[in-house]
C-alpha cells in the first residue's frame, strides 16, 4: 500500500521517533510503514488519520490497479 506519511511527518518536521512517540508505536514500525514494508491495521490507520486531521484515504492509497 502506496502512503505519503514521510511527507506529512517532513510538513510537521517530526522525526521517526517523534512520529512513533505520538502513535505509541516504535520508530521501526513508523520506518516499515513510510517504506511499504507494513501496512499499518486499521485502528492504526484511524489514529494516523486523526493525528494529522486527514481521510485515510488521503493518507494511503491501494497500489492495486483498476482494469
Same mark, same amino acid.
Given at each position: 500500500?502506496?502512503?505519503?506519511?514521510?511527507?506529512?511527518?517532513?510538513?510537521?518536521?517530526?522525526?521517526?521517533?517523534? &512520529?512513533?512517540?505520538?502513535?505509541? *508505536?516504535? %520508530?521501526?514500525?513508523?520506518?516499515? #510503514? /513510510?517504506?511499504?514494508?507494513? !501496512?499499518?491495521? &486499521?485502528?492504526?490507520?484511524?489514529? *494516523?488519520? %486523526?493525528?494529522?486531521?486527514?481521510? #485515510? /484515504?488521503?493518507?494511503?492509497? !491501494?497500489?492495486?490497479?483498476?482494469?
Amino acid at each position: 500500500m502506496k502512503n505519503n506519511l514521510k511527507a506529512l511527518r517532513a510538513e510537521k518536521n517530526w522525526s521517526q521517533a517523534a &512520529l512513533g512517540r505520538e502513535l505509541d *508505536i516504535s %520508530r521501526q514500525s513508523v520506518n516499515a #510503514i /513510510e517504506t511499504g514494508r507494513y !501496512d499499518p491495521s &486499521l485502528p492504526l490507520a484511524f489514529k *494516523i488519520a %486523526r493525528l494529522f486531521e486527514l481521510r #485515510i /484515504e488521503d493518507i494511503f492509497q !491501494d497500489d492495486i490497479k483498476n482494469p
